[in-house]
């Protein structure tokens, strides 16, 4: 297996609401991501999934726990280690409207970071790269886009933009935030191509952020899929494993809620009832298993009392739950 | 056959914009049946909330209804029909009156639909009060039975002002209210977009059982192809404020015959569809100022020939008569375009 690039350890994250009140958006999340290597995350909102993704971006510090890249904490870098790994984890936010200078042409908008941080030497050069980073992203023909507006353009061809600005500076991860929920259906997919192809084309590893587990499944094929309940990372699993064999009580109820774009199959769908429909707040978390008070496969005292660990398999796959762990306590990693 | 709730014809909006009219909606025909549950499935930009909007006659200043006629039927219990009329000619006040009554409407974002300093309560009562409904406990006690029927704790909900609700107990709050005069209509735009999983099953599942218990008319407004799966008898697919195609659910997910769905069924995967059998449609959603000639769809469909691009198809029978699509290719379609399932 290829080379780790990013490390959570024991990540955490909490918001002060009120005086002496917080809540805890990520709590105690551990995570492998290696080079070259898809991962989803997905949960429901409120979870803590784009908190997740920010700090590994380095858009907010975690409160406890590590982030390693390439083997170094990020909190103890500085100076150059710091901007190389700036430079190294690149963002694409979820909204192409509100993520592009609307006053800044196109070519103003992937040619700045170029600039700022000296990968071109002179406008020649410069305006070269822009054209190879717009055909990268499959903005073509290039000239019908370099001196546009981002009003000018469709909510995909924007975030085609918003890509190609990430990949400025050569980075080795992209966080992706929902980067498809904005755009039209029709051409989410092609997006999600053109990302897939960069990918392999330049051993991107890439998180993405979504709440579609159909999405996941299709953008993770040959990656990996986590969910999030409530700031902690329940299930992890390769992505076809994780939506044809569930593991997690929590991962089966969303999956058995989801419809199919198949009546026949679709109104005949298996359900899993939850024992109760209200989310917990934040503010007042289930002792416990944070998904108990939900969990139509509740087991009792344990449950109630203990916080499951998120624990490996030897298949690979991780599940944070007591009755599943005693099920397959034969099947746990060393 | 019974006559249809609701007869659009010819039904053509248009929003004024610096650049030109906007053709949001074009020479639209449709028929909402009785009780039946109609989706309009299609991408943003299509013209399908214009569509909604346009039932209720809710549309911004810059839009105008350039022609066509929209029948409304009233029916009494044996199901006769008592009154006729177009709601496109109706005044102001009878206009007010037919809102709500006739046909209520649940808006997107369920948040912004609510006056964010009064209390549920007191919102009920400006509907009850607008159209000489029930007041004070009575009103309570109708209000308290919706949010039985939508699934919600009516003390709770009754005295709550909109902030204190999550976002799936607004939306029911919502449809709540829409169904306060009891209307044999009722048009949905996006009821479960921005909701997450959880709570889209819940609200899935209370219309459901809604329909079942209220039998009124349905037409719901979404992108979403699995909730048209899930909750539709039929479903009308809008491109470029058009219908391309309509019919039966189950006729129109395992029988597409229109290039559009079909595209549009292959580019949303879903839990179990293989990655391969997955596209995009080629090419983006058309600019409705500056429409293409012929067929709308021609720049971005695979099997476009010479008279796609001069003319227009009508809707019209294909493999049956109930199963429409305007489309010159549709003999051809299903077979070119549908992926072998793997």
Known sequence: ?334 | MSADTLSIRNLTIEYQAKRGAVQAVRNLNLDVRRSEALALIGESGSGKTTIGLGIVRLLVSTAKITSGEMIFRRFDKTGQVIKEFDVLKLSPGEMRAFRWKDCAMVFQAALNAFNPVLKISAQFADTARAHGYLQGEALRKRACELFDLVRLDPERVWNSYPHELSGGMRQRVLIALGLLLDPPMLILDEPTTALDILTQRNIMDVLKDLRDKLRFSLIFISHDLSLAAELADRVATVYAGRIVELGNVYDTFQNPQHPYTIGLMSAVPTLTTHRDNVSSIPGSPPDLIDLPTGCKFHPRCPLAIEKCVCEEPTLSPTTGPEHLAACWRWPEAKQTLMPNPK
């Open chain 1, 1 to 334: 297996m290829s080379k780790p690039l990013i490390e959570l350890e024991h990540l955490s994250r909490r918001f002060q609401v009120k005086r002496n009140v917080f809540i805890t958006a990520v709590s105690d999340v551990s995570l492998t991501i290696h080079e070259g290597e898809i991962v989803c995350l997905v949960g429901e909102s409120g979870c803590g999934k784009t908190t997740t993704g920010k700090m590994i971006a380095g858009l907010l510090k975690p409160s406890s726990g590590r982030i390693l890249y390439n083997g170094m904490d990020v909190t103890s870098l500085q100076g150059k280690a710091w901007e190389q790994y700036r430079l190294g984890v690149q963002m694409v936010h979820q909204d192409p409207y509100a993520s592009l200078n609307p006053s800044h042409t196109i070519y103003d908008i992937i040619s700045a970071p170029l600039r700022h941080h000296r990968y071109v030497e002179n406008e020649t050069a410069a305006r070269h790269r822009v054209r190879q980073l717009l055909e990268m992203v499959d903005l073509t023909p290039v000239d019908d886009f370099l001196d546009k507006f981002p009003h000018q353009l469709s909510g995909g061809q924007r975030q085609r933009v918003s890509v190609a600005r990430a990949l400025t500076v050569n980075p080795s991860f992209i966080v992706a935030d929902e980067a498809v929920s904005m755009v039209d259906v029709s051409i989410r997919i092609s997006l999600l191509n053109t990302l897939l192809k960069l990918k392999e084309k330049m051993g991107l590893a890439v998180l993405f952020i979504t709440h579609d587990l159909a999405l996941a499944k299709y953008f993770a094929w040959e990656g990996r899929v986590g969910v999030m309940y409530l700031g902690k990372l329940v299930e992890v699993a390769p992505a076809r494993q994780l939506v044809e064999a569930p593991q997690h009580p929590y991962t089966k109820v969303l999956l058995s809620a989801i419809p199919e774009a198949d009546p026949e199959r679709t109104r005949h769908k298996q359900r899993i009832e939850l024992r109760s429909m209200d989310v917990p707040s934040l503010l007042r978390l289930p002792t416990g298993c944070a998904f108990h008070p939900r969990c139509p496969f509740f087991e009792g005292e344990m449950c109630e009392k203990v916080i499951p660990e998120l624990t490996y398999f030897t298949d690979g796959s991780a599940v944070a739950c007591h009755p599943v762990q005693k099920q397959r306590a034969a099947e746990l990693q060393a």
